[in-house]
T-cell receptor, first 115, second 110 residues
Framework: EPEVTQTPSHQVTQMGQEVILRCVPI?????FYWYRQILGQKVEFLVS????????KSEIFDDQFSVERPDGSNFTLKIRSTKLEDSAMYFC?????????????FGSGTQLSVL | DAKTTQPPSMDCAEGRAANLPCNHS???????VYWYRQIHSQGPQYIIH???NNETNEMASLIITEDRKSSTLILPHATLRDTAVYYC???????????FGKGITLSVRP
C-alpha cells in the first residue's frame, strides 16, 4: 500500500529555533494535512492544504506556523520560533479528495522535542 | 461536525469479534461516520467509513442504525495486533478536517 513518508522521525531543538518538518505525500493525492498530538492528548488538526493554498486552519496554527509545497513531492511544516508547548508528535496526511468522503493516509510522524 | 461519544475502553478475547459502539445523535444528513485507529503512537490508520448503509471491507464491518444516531464497528476476529485506540468521527464538507476525540481503547487479550 502507498505510504506517506515523514522526516525526520525525531527532532530535538532549542526554544526559539526554527524547525522544518518534512513530508512526502502519496504521489497522486491532492489534499494535504498536518495534525499534531501532544503526549497523552488527542490528535489535533492544524491545517489543510489544497491547490497550493491553505483551505482551513485551526486556532493552533498561528503566525508562527507556515506550510509549503515547494515542489511536486514535498509538503513542509515550518515553526518559526519554537516554544516548549510545541513539543508533540506531528503527523502529515494526504488524500485524493477532501476528508469527508475519502480516507486520509497518515505518516508515521515526527516527534518534536523543544528544550 | 457532530460530536461522537464512545466508552473509554473495552476488551475482548483473541479470535472473538470486537464490537465497538459509537453514539452520534446529532449527526446531520450529509455527515459520514469514519473509524480510524491508532496503535501506540503511530499515525492514525483508516479503517472504514459510511453514510447510511452498512459497510464491510477487509478490516472490519460498520453497522449504522437506521436513524443514524449510532454505529458499531465490528472486528470479526480480533488479534493481539488490533489492540489500539479506535476513533469514531463524524465529518462533512468537501475539505473538512477530522476532529479526533479520546476514542475507545480496545485491549485484545490472549
Amino acid at each position: 500500500e502507498p505510504e506517506v513518508t515523514q522526516t525526520p522521525s525525531h527532532q530535538v531543538t532549542q526554544m526559539g529555533q526554527e524547525v522544518i518538518l518534512r513530508c512526502v505525500p502519496i504521489s497522486n493525492h491532492l489534499y494535504f494535512y498536518w495534525y499534531r498530538q501532544i503526549l497523552g492528548q488527542k490528535v489535533e488538526f492544524l491545517v489543510s492544504f489544497y491547490n497550493n493554498e491553505i483551505s482551513e486552519k485551526s486556532e493552533i496554527f498561528d503566525d508562527q506556523f507556515s506550510v509549503e509545497r515547494p515542489d511536486g513531492s514535498n509538503f513542509t511544516l515550518k515553526i518559526r520560533s519554537t516554544k516548549l508547548e510545541d513539543s508533540a508528535m506531528y503527523f502529515c496526511a494526504s488524500s485524493t479528495q477532501g476528508a469527508s468522503n475519502e480516507k486520509l493516509f497518515f505518516g508515521s510522524g515526527t516527534q518534536l522535542s523543544v528544550l | 461536525d457532530a460530536k461522537t461519544t464512545q466508552p473509554p475502553s473495552m476488551d475482548c478475547a483473541e479470535g472473538r469479534a470486537a464490537n465497538l459502539p459509537c453514539n452520534h445523535s446529532t449527526i446531520s444528513g450529509n455527515e459520514y461516520v469514519y473509524w480510524y485507529r491508532q496503535i501506540h503512537s503511530q499515525g492514525p490508520q483508516y479503517i472504514i467509513h459510511g453514510l447510511k448503509n452498512n459497510e464491510t471491507n477487509e478490516m472490519a464491518s460498520l453497522i449504522i442504525t437506521e436513524d443514524r444516531k449510532s454505529s458499531t464497528l465490528i472486528l470479526p476476529h480480533a488479534t493481539l495486533r488490533d489492540t489500539a485506540v479506535y476513533y469514531c468521527i463524524a465529518a462533512t464538507g468537501a475539505n473538512s478536517k477530522l476532529t479526533f476525540g479520546k476514542g475507545i481503547t480496545l485491549s485484545v487479550r490472549p
